[in-house]
């Protein structure tokens, strides 16, 4: 059981010919989508409204076969997040957060998680609201020492009214962190004025054993404590990249978990090189679609053989 703790949302996508479309989404969300597209049984941890939007989006969830026994129900109106598609397929996010589903998961909604869970995914809106954001970090700090805790911190500066504190949080994660995902740009944002692998590296010093370093259509670097290593990102026409990190994350841990690996695993270089090359292909395949749109497992199996690389 993979258990992915965190928010759903619904995106307002607003193209640059002002056209406007609601899609569901949300980091968490559509990394749970993603993971049980690709095979995974996996568990979505948060809270969902009763409202129009958050019954669409609990029945994409059921559609695309995530389990819901920890997601809470809330009659708090649906988050949501209007994201700007520029010409090139990259987004502008601004949130409507305020009294809002998103942020109310409380401590006694997530008391432990499932036996049988073996890795725990967290990351973007989910470590910035609250209480959502306490009620992960002390779940994190609860998890049994088996259970691999996968973050993507996926920084929404728009979303952030405390930076400080946000970092302060990170901070405090990271030492029970076993796997890093930031972009260059959660790394800039993060470690204002160090050079990206600088900052990778301090963070993986706090606790990870490994950081999936990603830059867009640049290689993928995969930092650990003493080596760096640089994969290549297929060469795909973006639509937008609305949850391309998200599919990311998910077919790291999608592949990890289906290969049989564990936490005591993620220091053969050999096997996480292989579950990013997977990730990396999940990704891609999402960004030649519009909005968060993740592959299934035999288009990702696919999808290896057919993408070109640069």
């Known amino acids: 059981m993979i258990v992915v703790a965190g928010e759903s949302l619904v995106d307002l996508l607003v193209r640059a010919d002002g056209s406007v479309r609601a899609v569901p989404g949300g980091g968490p969300y559509n990394t749970a989508r993603a993971l049980a597209r690709l095979g995974s049984t996996v568990a979505f941890a948060g809270c969902l409204s009763d409202d129009r939007f958050g019954r669409m989006l609990r029945s994409q969830l059921e559609r695309d076969g995530v389990a819901l026994d920890l997601a809470i129900r ?77 973050a993507d911190p996926n920084y929404r500066p728009a979303a952030i009214a405390d930076a400080p504190a946000y970092r302060d949080r990170l901070h405090r994660l990271m030492p029970r962190v076993d796997v890093l995902k930031v972009s260059v740009d959660d790394l800039a944002w993060l470690h204002p004025g160090a050079e990206p692998l600088a900052a990778a590296r301090t963070m993986v010093a706090r606790g990870p054993v490994v950081a ?32 391309a990190g998200d599919a990311f994350g998910a077919g790291f841990v999608a592949a990890w978990t289906d290969a049989g690996h564990g936490r005591t695993d993620l220091g053969d270089l050999d096997q996480v090189l292989a579950a990013a090359v997977y990730a990396i292909t999940a990704g891609a395949m999402t960004a030649t679609r519009h909005g968060a749109d993740p592959p299934t497992r035999d288009e990702v199996s696919q999808g290896t053989t057919t993408l070109s690389s640069p």
């Open 74 to 150: 809330t009659d708090a109106p649906t988050t949501l997040a209007v994201a700007e598609i520029e010409a090139d397929g990259t987004a502008h996010y601004h949130f409507y957060l305020t009294g809002t589903s998103a942020s109310g998961l409380l401590p006694s909604h997530l008391a432990r998680l499932p036996d049988e869970t073996t890795v725990l995914h967290i990351g973007t809106l989910g470590l910035v609201m609250e209480p959502i954001g306490s009620t992960i970090e002390l779940l994190v700090g609860s998890v049994a020492d088996s259970v691999v805790v996968f």
């Open 212 to 243: 999936l370093v990603t830059d867009g259509d640049a290689p993928v670097r995969v930092v650990t404590r003493s080596t760096v290593v640089e994969l290549p990102v297929p060469s795909v026409a973006v639509v937008d990249t609305v949850g």
